[in-house]
Structure formats: structure tokens, C-alpha cells
């Protein structure tokens, strides 16, 4: 969704000179995005002509087009054509950083091991504040998804999307927004894993049970036994990915 608030971008600021170490491009979008997260530029704010931003950058406009459309494939402005077009920004929402987090995580080209450490470390920090947090409505909602899957199970179905979303559930009745935006990437980086590994039904059915055994302790909010079963979960599922690597 975008916005077409303002006719102009705010005059209270002017972009940096240009240097040699970095494609120029690169430069361009960095300078228009950092405005965009410092809240200088705001959704629905539109940025100059290309021909404008070219003089101001002293360059071309096919190297300011190309920010641009770094810019869009991020998420942080749209273009739209016609005599009333032009670059506007957009609210960059959860989803943009979200997905930078998952592909920086990504191209770093971690390990399983790496991932699983890493999960071990957040998702029991991540237990402690839902099990204070978390509410009679964040719990249907997990027991909801237990549900889901079960059902899926017993009719021969894969459950990887409600095992994914049962982690991010968690994080969300912590009601911390980074939490939430930390386990939606690295759980759609263990989604990768999942799929390209494609585990068997009977590792389904495993999960399936730690899941429940988590569900239990946060209900009881026994935090203590929530980051044992959720400790023995994050190594079973590695130990288990491992083995199928190997084959």
C-alpha cells in the first residue's frame, strides 16, 4: 500500500557529497533510505524528478533510476507512472525489515548449526517475557495452531507453515516487536532448511509433541520446564536436519 499525502519532499535537509568507494547507486538509495528510516522522509512523501535528484547527485538519471528501483524492490518507495507519478515512499512496516534481517541472514550462507545456537540463545529469552506477557488470547491462538496441525497430521498432511507460525506466536505474546521481527527471519531462514531437507512424517509427529509439551508449560507458566522441552525441540530438530544432510 502507498501513499500520496505530500506533493514534495521536506526541504529541511540536503543530501551528502558522493564518494569514490561505492557504486554510485548504491550511495543514492543508502542517503534516501536512511532519511526514510530517521523518519525525515514519511510515507507519502515524494521524492524529487529524476532529472532534479541527478543534478543534486551530479550524475546521471539512468544511475538515480537504478536507486530508485533498489529503493522499490526493497519495499520503501513506490513508482507509479503518469503525468501524476513519481517516487513516493511507503510505509516501510515489519515486512521490509523482516525480510532484510532473513536475507542478510541468508546470504552470510549460515549453517544449521549456527542457526540452531542462535535459536537456542533467542527463542528462551523469548519464553521468558511471553510467559509473562502473554495473555488467555495468545494462548488459544497456540493451542489453535496445535489444532491445525494435528488435524493436518492425521490426514497424511504436512504441518511446516503451523510448526513455522507456532514459534512466531510465541514471540508475538511477548508483545516485543523486535522479538517478533527477529523469529519471523530466522524462522523463515529454518523454513528453508525444512523445505529443502523435506523431513518425514514421523519427525512431523515429533514436533507436533514438543510443541504440545511447550504449549502445557507456557499455560502452567513454568518457565523452567518451557526452556527444557523447547531446548531438547531446537536440538532434536538439528540432529535431525544434520542426519538428513548427510544422506
Do not use: C, W
Request: hydrophobic share 40%.
Amino acid at each position: 500500500m502507498y501513499y500520496i499525502l505530500h506533493l514534495a519532499m521536506p526541504q529541511s535537509f540536503s543530501f551528502k557529497p558522493l564518494k569514490n568507494d561505492k557504486k554510485i547507486f548504491q550511495q543514492i538509495s543508502d542517503q534516501i533510505r536512511e532519511l526514510i528510516f530517521s523518519g525525515v522522509l514519511k510515507p507519502g512523501d515524494k521524492l524529487p524528478p529524476e532529472n532534479q535528484l541527478a543534478s543534486q547527485f551530479k550524475t546521471g538519471r539512468m544511475v538515480v533510476r537504478e536507486a530508485l528501483r533498489t529503493l522499490e524492490q526493497s519495499g520503501l518507495v513506490h513508482i507509479k507512472q503518469g503525468s501524476l507519478g513519481g517516487a513516493f515512499v511507503k510505509d516501510p512496516g515489519t515486512t521490509v525489515i523482516t525480510r532484510s534481517i532473513s536475507d542478510l541472514i541468508k546470504i552470510g550462507n549460515v549453517t544449521l548449526g549456527e542457526l540452531t545456537e542462535a535459536r537456542l540463545g533467542i527463542e528462551k529469552v523469548i519464553l521468558e517475557f511471553a510467559i509473562m506477557r502473554m495473555n488467555n488470547e495468545d494462548l488459544n491462538l497456540l493451542k489453535k495452531n496445535i489444532e491445525d496441525s494435528d488435524q493436518k497430521f492425521s490426514g497424511g498432511e504436512r504441518a511446516t507453515e503451523d510448526h513455522i507460525h507456532f514459534h512466531i506466536l510465541i514471540a508475538k505474546s511477548t508483545k516485543n516487536l523486535l522479538f517478533e521481527m527477529i523469529i519471523e527471519s530466522i524462522m523463515d531462514v529454518t523454513e528453508s532448511f525444512l523445505l529443502s531437507l523435506k523431513p518425514d512424517i514421523k519427525y512431523i509427529n515429533n514436533v507436533l509433541t514438543y510443541h504440545k509439551a511447550i504449549y502445557n508449560a507456557l499455560k502452567e507458566k513454568n518457565l523452567h520446564m518451557a526452556e527444557q522441552i523447547m531446548e531438547k525441540h531446537l536440538l532434536d530438530v538439528n540432529r535431525k536436519l544434520k542426519n538428513l544432510a548427510k544422506t
